[in-house]
């Protein structure tokens, strides 16, 4: 069966710090990778979205960047944090038969 | 270019009320709609997935509609509960390439099932 591990549940860093939050695939191969931000009380905003090894698409000009290193493998890293990436990080995952997008279960940034 | 619209942001009902939430698009092309809820800290879970070609899913009480014409689709909750308290999402999905991945999401509908 497909499964999306997400990690760390949450995270507290100060300004400046870098950050690298992984999200592993089980269970399909080639699935396109989804980073979404959700901001406390409003919708989901594309990151990034990668729909192969090595291939990243990016919607948001930022300080935010992602790697694919692996098929099943997306990383969303920073070399240094500000206060305004504070939010709820999710990663996702276009899978099954029906190609239905599959959530993790979220990262909980705080920048202080 | 595609726009979700989820209407009322916030909508709250005794237990046991059916009810409807509304999810329109701006443009009828699409490849699917998903149906998303959200628990407050959670990721966001799966509940119904419609086709294009499709008219409506079910699932237990959960019944999912979509009219690419008039470029609505609609969640229908029979016999709500409390633990039915959830935001719901709706997510178009586009076909071929290009920005935001394909895939357009609403901002959401917040539903609190007061017991």
């Known amino acids: 069966s497909q499964t999306i591990h997400q990690w760390p549940a949450t995270l507290v860093q100060p300004v400046g710090s870098p950050l690298s939050l992984e999200c592993t695939v089980e269970?399909?191969?080639?699935?396109?990778l989804y980073w979404y931000r959700q901001a406390a009380g409003r919708g989901l905003q594309l990151l990034f979205y990668?729909?192969?090894?090595?291939?990243i698409s990016s919607e948001v000009p930022q300080n935010l960047s992602a790697s694919r290193p692996q098929d099943r493998q997306f990383i969303l890293s920073s070399k240094k944090l500000l206060l305004s990436d504070s939010g709820f990080y999710l990663c996702?995952?276009?899978?099954?038969?029906?190609?239905?997008?599959?959530f993790g279960s979220g990262t909980q940034l705080s920048v202080l | 270019k595609q726009e979700v619209t989820q209407i009322p942001a916030a909508l709250s009902v005794p237990e046991g009320e059916n009810l409807v939430l509304n999810c329109s698009f701006t443009d009828s092309a699409i490849y699917n709609l998903q149906w998303f809820r959200q628990d407050p800290g959670k990721g966001l879970t799966s509940l119904l997935l419609?086709?294009?070609?499709?008219r409506e899913q079910t699932s237990g009480r959960l019944n999912a509609s979509l009219d690419k014409s008039s470029g609505r689709s609609t969640l229908y909750i029979a016999a709500s509960q409390p633990g039915d308290s959830a935001t719901y999402l709706c997510a178009v999905r586009l076909f071929g390439g290009g920005s935001q991945g394909n895939l357009i999401f609403g901002k959401g509908t917040k539903l609190s099932v007061k017991p």
């Open positions: 996702a995952y276009l899978g099954g038969s029906n190609e239905k997008l599959f």
């Open positions: 419609i086709q294009s070609s499709q």
């Open positions: 990668s729909v192969g090894i090595g291939q």
């Open positions: 269970g399909t191969s080639n699935p396109n």
